[in-house]
């Protein structure tokens, strides 16, 4: 099973996603910003990262970027709903240039992440 770093810096989403990821086997970390998500990821790799986009205190674009030069490097998926700079859809073809394999627009299913993980399941195992 998959083991998953997922950084979100709403408390609410992040528990939601975390009980779902959970109620599905997978080992679940959580961090509330990217800085504590970085510090949990080098104290121990996970499989495969979620990360929120845009967040306060260090991005989800800065946690890509940090990772992607990682090795192994960590199967990566984005999630972004934008903000008032930037369009979500602008983040999520960002950090795929910065090497996030797959990318969610919030709000999204269970459905929609499930078959996000499913589809990088060969690339994480």
């Known amino acids: 099973m998959l083991d998953i770093l997922l950084i979100e810096d709403d408390h609410q989403h992040r528990m939601l996603v975390k009980r779902l990821l959970e109620d599905e086997g997978y080992t679940v970390r959580t961090a509330e910003n990217g800085k504590k998500g970085l510090e949990s ?14 967040m306060s205190v260090m991005d989800g ?34 950090v795929q240039i910065l090497g996030a394999q797959q990318t969610l627009h919030k709000p999204f299913s269970w ?15």
């Open 41 to 54: 990821y080098m104290q121990s790799p996970a499989t495969v990262v979620i990360t929120d986009i845009f």
């Open 61 to 94: 674009i800065e946690v890509i970027r940090v990772l992607s030069r990682q090795q192994p490097r960590p199967v990566m998926i984005a999630m972004s709903g934008g903000n008032r700079i930037m369009s979500a859809q602008s983040a999520l073809d960002t």
């Open 111 to 125: 459905e929609e992440l499930n078959m996000a993980l499913q589809s990088l399941r060969i690339i994480a195992e």
